[in-house]
């Protein structure tokens, strides 16, 4: 069974917001933006995000980041992680 050290979940800005914002149907700007300004003042922002890259969440916005910065974010780990031969695990730990 895997673990995962969620306890940050409980102090996140978002715990109150509507979590639709988090997830909207479809790429809504309007959404998103107000998403990622429930993020800018979270004082866990960076574990929601180590969490979101550590699982590979493809979905919402996690750690003020997008989807899709996310996914940009993953390959260039990849690419970095081949070029010294380390592991993804290993490139995401550093």
Not at 27 to 42: E, F, N, P, Y
Not at 52 to 67: D, I, K, L, S
Request: hydrophobic share 40%.
């Amino acid at each position: 069974m895997t673990t995962y050290a969620t306890d940050w979940r409980a102090d996140g800005a978002c715990r109150s917001a509507d979590p639709d914002l988090f997830f909207p149907i479809g790429t809504s700007v309007v959404t998103v933006s107000k998403a990622l300004r429930i993020c800018a003042g979270c004082g866990v922002k960076q574990q929601c995000l180590d969490f979101a890259m550590q699982n590979g969440e493809m979905n919402g916005v996690w750690g003020g980041t997008t989807a899709e910065e996310r996914l940009r974010a993953r390959r260039a780990l990849l690419r970095r992680a081949r070029r010294t031969h380390r592991s993804l695990q290993e490139a995401l730990a550093s």
